[in-house]
């Protein structure tokens, strides 16, 4: 005899106990390997082109984001004429791998105008809610008192960020 009863089910509950830090570390992988990009930037008025990964820069810059939404293809091609490769590979290299290096001077502040204005979700003011942490720096990196880049100005100081120690690795 059936009984009409539901019987209780039981759940397995996997976890994948390292899954973000090999995420990420597989994800940092992609600025080297342009397998599965879908997305060309443009540098430069020689239109130098950088293979790049859509879903990367828009989970990793406001303005990447908004731009790829109005290019629903599956080839979006981004045209960056005022902006140079020495100003755009240390942001993509923090993009992909959450760290760059930079040299001091006109580079830095040609890289940070350049985190401002593609509004890379690191450097944004904390969510609403998000304490922050006690180590949180605040940098005053004024436009007016740095050497041009292809970025647009920005006269406000740029927004807190957590620095990473040195020696950290994905």
């Not at 984001?65 to 080839?75: A, D, G, H, I, N």
């Not at 502040?109 to 204005?117: A, D, I, Q, R």
Request: glycine share 6%.
């Amino acid at each position: 005899a059936e009984s009409n009863e539901a019987q209780p089910q039981n759940n397995v509950h996997v976890i994948w106990g390292d899954y973000g830090e090999r995420f990420l570390r597989n994800i940092s992988n992609y600025i080297h390997n342009k397998l599965y990009s879908d997305c060309t930037l443009l540098i430069g008025r020689e239109k130098f082109p950088i293979k790049c990964h859509r879903l990367i820069l828009a989970a990793s810059s406001k303005w990447f984001e908004t731009v790829l939404k109005c290019q629903p293809y599956s080839k979006a091609t981004i045209y960056l004429p005022a902006v140079t490769r020495n100003e755009i590979l240390p942001l993509l290299e923090l993009i992909y791998t959450g760290e760059m290096e930079t040299h001091t001077g006109k580079d830095m502040w040609s890289v940070m105008n350049g985190l401002k204005f593609l509004g890379v979700k690191a450097f944004l003011p904390p969510a609403p809610g998000d304490p922050g942490c006690p180590e949180d720096v605040r940098l005053s990196v004024y436009q007016r008192n740095a050497p041009h880049s292809g970025f647009p100005p920005d006269p406000r100081p740029l927004p807190r960020f957590r620095p990473r120690p040195r020696n950290h690795r994905l």
